[in-house]
């Protein structure tokens, strides 16, 4: 009898990535100025991961969808804890780049898989719900991460916070050894690159699948616009430190963790799109406030987080719902999709993330009202994918 993952093990392999991506976050300052490196320099290792997990995520979903989750998984989760390790006796920029880069490498597998099992064992109509609680996890390890790595700098140094990676990792890696069965029904029979081209470009020739995907990326976007800035605004702006960024930084993730949580109550009474829309209307309002505040010249700790809480709130609503949503459009396909899906996504916070120093040199105001942007370009992403459903229905 097909023995089914226990989501918990699943929750717990969505949270290593994230955790490892944002404890680093509020250290960067003071890992720049250790290691002798400007602000565009060190935001490598922020902007490297991210565009690592894009391929990683686009590489990944094949893979799975041949070998199958485990084996692939397991392999991930292995090169994951290398790069902690990596990064971790760094002494030199290049060399924490790499060890980011082999950690998001690895991650990327945890990020696709999680989500594709769910929807192997599930179905669409069981995933939605299930996805928002790997959604509050990836919230939860947000939350956490920063704050965590804030407080390992200020007691430990920069290189410190690679240790609760490897520790991360490891134990992961340890369970998904243990207790992760095989879900993948059925694999693809080759991977020749021209299949797999053919693959993507079947999932992409959905309208449908295309509208949900960027709908959930442009939410994403403005995510990074912030994790990208506040560090450096809290320190050089607010004078504060890693500390205070890891704690008020709570108040983002905490609400993204809400609104996850939200998102798997109101399942049964909302459709997705109900969720996808309230999520990018309340992310449209708090993204307005953040633009307003600053335009007001009111720049404080309060100011600064609170609002993107709320943007954040709404995307722990949407997301989940827009991403099963978006994955189903390939029930072939599912990986493949899923991977295709954290690819755009995070190629898009790539791209964005190291264009923050230079929008932050045009002003606040401008850097906020590029926020403001991304649910409004969300908000018209997922009216284009009811509109396709609406077609094709």
């Not at 060890?99 to 998001?104: D, H, I, N, P, T």
């Not at 430990?156 to 890696?173: D, E, K, Q, R, T």
């Amino acid at each position: 009898m097909k023995t089914t993952p226990a989501l918990p093990l699943l929750v717990a392999i969505a949270m290593a990535s994230p955790l490892a991506l944002n404890a680093f976050v509020p250290a960067m300052p003071d890992a720049a100025r250790a290691l002798n490196a400007d602000i565009s320099t060190i935001q490598l290792t922020f902007t490297a991961y991210l565009l690592t997990l894009a391929f990683g995520q686009l590489i990944s979903g094949p893979l799975a969808d041949y070998f199958g989750r485990r084996p692939v998984l397991l392999v991930g989760l292995g090169l994951h804890v290398a790069g902690s390790c990596l990064a971790a006796s760094a002494d030199g920029v290049m060399l924490l780049v790499a060890g980011r880069v082999l950690q998001a490498l690895g991650g990327s597998t945890a990020m696709v898989l999680a989500r594709t099992i769910i929807l192997d064992v599930h179905g669409r109509a069981g995933a939605a719900g299930r996805m928002g609680y790997v959604v509050m996890a990836i919230a939860i390890a947000q939350s956490i991460a920063p704050a965590l790595g804030g407080y390992i700098n200020l007691w430990g140094g920069w290189n410190a916070i690679f240790y609760l990676s490897i520790l991360m990792g490891g134990l992961v890696w340890l369970l998904a050894l243990r207790l992760l069965p095989e879900t993948c029904a059925e694999r693809s029979d080759n991977l020749r690159l021209g299949r797999v081209l053919r693959s993507y470009g079947g999932v992409l020739g959905s309208g449908q699948y295309l509208g949900y995907a960027l709908s959930t990326t442009f939410i994403a976007t403005a995510f990074y616009l912030f994790v990208g800035s506040a560090p450096y605004i809290v320190v050089d702006q607010l004078g504060g430190d890693s500390a205070d960024f890891g704690t008020w930084f709570l108040a983002v993730s905490l609400a993204f963790m809400l609104g996850s949580f939200c998102s798997t109550r109101l399942a049964s009474r909302f459709n997705v799109d109900q969720m996808v829309l309230l999520g990018n209307g309340l992310s449209l309002l708090g993204a307005a406030a953040l633009v307003v505040l600053a335009w007001w010249e009111a720049l404080s700790f309060a100011s600064l987080f609170l609002p993107m809480a709320l943007v954040t709130f709404g995307r722990g609503l949407s997301q989940p719902n827009a991403q099963s949503a978006a994955i189903s459009c390939a029930p072939g396909a599912a990986a493949t999709a899923s991977g295709l899906m954290g690819f755009i996504q995070l190629l898009t916070g790539a791209a964005i993330a190291q264009l923050v120093p230079s929008l932050m040199q045009l002003g606040l105001t401008t850097l906020f009202s590029c926020i403001l942007l991304a649910p409004l370009l969300a908000l018209a992403a997922h009216w284009h994918a009811r509109q396709k459903a609406e077609v094709t229905a």
